[in-house]
């Protein structure tokens, strides 16, 4: 019996590689509010699990920007039919009370997805946020956010390294 698209994908295609992401990581967040001026660099811990029989991952962190602590949650995905992957931030510090969706395409070590947010406090205008995850080795990552403005200029707002966190190594 032929196996399901998501079956194969759970076997060698984008959900395995989402699947290999989960366990326990820590490492370092780097912050800036301003292009190219570094505003915080602070330690920061994760863990990644599956989520409904591997449809999904959840990545759950803590961390703190100047002393205060905070933490968010990502829901990641990919979505089969149309070939994207998908997701859901909410955090404790950017976000406020809203959640961003985000979706984009894979890049040859992960994925790059865009979503926007804004206020009608600060203008009709919204703003853009592309987030790049890059896995660098079975036990390193790179989650990596980008500020895009609405005339479509980047800077880069948060850069996470991430090490998986195995008992007994230190990171």
Do not use: C
Not at 66 to 95: C, L, N
């Amino acid at each position: 019996m032929a196996k399901s698209k998501f079956e194969q994908s759970l076997a060698d295609g984008a959900h395995r590689q989402l699947q290999k992401l989960t366990g326990d990581w820590k490492g370092t967040t780097k912050t800036w509010f301003e292009k190219d001026v570094l505003a915080d660099e602070s330690p920061s811990e994760a863990k990644i699990t599956a989520v409904l029989d591997n449809r999904f991952i959840s990545l759950d962190y803590q961390g703190s920007l100047d002393g205060k602590a905070f933490e968010g949650k990502m829901i990641v995905g990919f979505d089969i039919p149309y070939q994207r992957f998908s997701t859901s931030w909410i955090d404790s510090f950017h976000m406020g009370t809203q959640i961003m969706l985000s979706s984009g395409e894979a890049t040859a070590t992960g994925f790059s997805v865009f979503g926007e947010y804004g206020s009608p406090e600060y203008g009709e205008q919204l703003w853009g946020w592309r987030t790049t995850l890059e896995i660098i080795s079975e036990d390193e990552m790179i989650l990596t956010a980008y500020n895009v403005s609405p005339e479509g200029e980047e800077a880069k707002a948060t850069e996470t390294v991430y090490k998986r966190n195995i008992v007994g190594r230190d990171l």
